[in-house]
């Protein structure tokens, strides 16, 4: 059996895997990211996943084909979201920066709030939303960094963004 080959680390076992399935997997990530590059990372990723940790599949649940494209397709749902993250941080740094006086006052006190209601979080929810909201990675990737369930990430960060929306509304001057 293939799992049990890359469980014992044959080589040829994964080129196999790749040979079947790696086309596929391929174009289901190009046609979630809509970027050729970002889909052959997407799918490196998954098989270097496996790679690195076999025992993660486990054929009592199901055929090793049907479970990689559901990682790939995940993998893939959470590029797209990580990269649409990091351009509307992107398009709201660099829409604060106009040259009026006024605006640039407005940015540097709506940063200087913002870095200080970061300052005032729990430390672990300073560093789930630095890992998701300031180096991009999503959800699920911040969750596994911090040892937490994905649904606990998420339902912090809702709270977190919460709390510091009200900060910024109540810290900024009128």
Known sequence: MISSRLRAGDQQALHEVVDRNGRAMLTTAQRITGDRSAAEDVVQDVFAGLWSRPASYDPERGGLTNWLHMRCR???VDNVRSRTA??????????TGSGDYH???GAATSAGVLHSALAALRPTDRELIELTFFR???????ADLLSIPEGTAKSRIRRVLSTLKYELIRGLPT
């Open 74 to 76: 995940g993998a893939a």
């Open 86 to 95: 990091r351009d509307r941080r992107e398009l709201f740094v660099n829409s």
């Open 103 to 105: 605006d640039e006052y």
């Open 136 to 142: 991009g990675l999503s959800y699920r990737t911040a």
